[in-house]
C-alpha cells in the first residue's frame, strides 16, 4: 500500500468511483494510510476526496519529472529525474544539484503545482 507518501504527489487511483484518474495528494491523515487526495474531473474541474493507501499508487515517474524521494536515506528530498537505468533512478537534487541513484520504486512524481 502507499503509506506515508508526502502532501504534492500524483497518485494513480486504482479502486472506487474514481479508478483510473489521477490525483494530487492535498492532505495526509494522522496514521499516513489515508490522504485527502484532489482528483481532475475534466474541463478544469477538480474535487476533493478521501481516499485509503489501498485505493492508490504513486505515479511512477519519467525523465525531466520533478521527484520527491519516498524510501531510503533520502526520504523527502526532491529533486529531477533525469534519467533511468534499468530499475535505478537518476536524480539531480534540488538545492546542491548532486546526481544520486536511486531506486525508481523510491521515487514518486510531483504533480505539477
Sequence with gaps: AARNLPEGVELAINAGSYAGRTGRIT??????????VAVSLGAGAVTAVELSAAEVAPTVPSKRDRVV???????????VLVGVDGS?????????????????ASCAKLAAA
Design 27 to 36: 492532505g495526509v491523515l494522522p496514521g499516513g494510510d489515508r490522504y485527502i
Design 69 to 79: 524521494i519516498v524510501g531510503g536515506d533520502l526520504e523527502r528530498y526532491t529533486g
Design 88 to 104: 535505478d533512478g537518476i536524480v539531480k537534487m534540488d538545492g546542491t544539484n548532486d546526481i544520486k541513484i536511486v531506486e525508481l
